[in-house]
């Protein structure tokens, strides 16, 4: 009787903290790559397509596919500089397995070189 009580109070605790290390796993991961996307769009040759690509090459090597389908780049220009953004739209699923999932949208930036 005493574990089927501890199980109540423990089960929920567990699977909100294994959720929480899940979403900031995924959000870290798209974060890092869609700032590594724009510094590589950055550069003097190349330019958004290329920063595109790499981001989800990124994200389909350190987690799944399923997160690099809505990425997005293009120029902007930031506080009078010309920059490359890249943002990346996604959705972490409860547990990982299904359910009500969780919106995360990142951005990277990366000043343009200049030839």
Do not use: K
Request: glycine share 10%.
């Amino acid at each position: 009787m005493d574990f089927v009580l501890v199980v109540i109070v423990l089960l929920p605790l567990f699977l909100g903290i294994l959720q929480l290390a899940l979403v900031l796993h995924v959000r870290n991961t798209l974060v890092a790559a869609a700032a590594e996307g724009a510094r590589y769009g950055a550069t003097a040759d190349r330019g958004p397509s290329d920063a595109v690509a790499r981001t989800r090459e990124q994200i389909r090597d350190a987690i799944a596919g399923r997160y690099a389908d809505g990425v997005a780049a293009h120029e902007v220009i930031l506080d009078g500089v010309p920059t490359v953004e890249v943002r990346v739209e996604a959705t972490v699923p409860a547990l990982g397995l299904g359910g009500p999932g969780i919106h995360l949208s990142v951005a990277g930036h990366a000043i343009e070189e200049q030839p």
